[in-house]
């Protein structure tokens, strides 16, 4: 989670960071905070070291920011092959359907 975007985040989702932080403990491992900024990167870390990669919607992206077909089904479908899971708080990501792709006048 970009702690940067915390006052732009959902109220659950400024609660569960909270509670990480104050806790200091989850599933009895000691909670740390990184975030490189670079999907890959902190994905990577999130699988050798585990933990959770997150990216909220914010006010000013209210569906989100990471693109479905480019970063969050391929992450999702890495975390999933690995034994995790990845979700829009609502349900699997690889559930979610792509947008049709509008036709214009043949020249795609």
């Known amino acids: 989670f970009n702690e940067a975007n915390y006052r732009e985040f ?3 989702v400024q ?3 909270t509670s990480m932080k104050q806790s200091g403990v989850v599933g009895g491992k000691k909670v ?3 975030y490189v900024g670079a999907l890959v990167a902190d994905v990577h870390n999130v699988l050798i070291n585990g ?3 997150g990216y909220p919607a914010t006010r ?5 920011k990471l693109r479905l077909l480019y970063e969050s089904a391929p992450m999702a479908m890495i975390m999933e092959q690995a034994g995790g899971a990845g979700s829009t708080g609502q349900g699997r990501i690889l559930d979610v359907l792509p947008p049709q792709r509008k036709k214009n006048n043949g020249h795609n």
Do not use: A, H, K
């Open 15 to 17: 609660q569960f960071l």
């Open 32 to 34: 740390s905070s990184r």
């Open 51 to 53: 933990g959770i990669y």
């Open 10 to 12: 959902s109220e659950p």
């Open 60 to 64: 000013d992206n209210v569906n989100g």
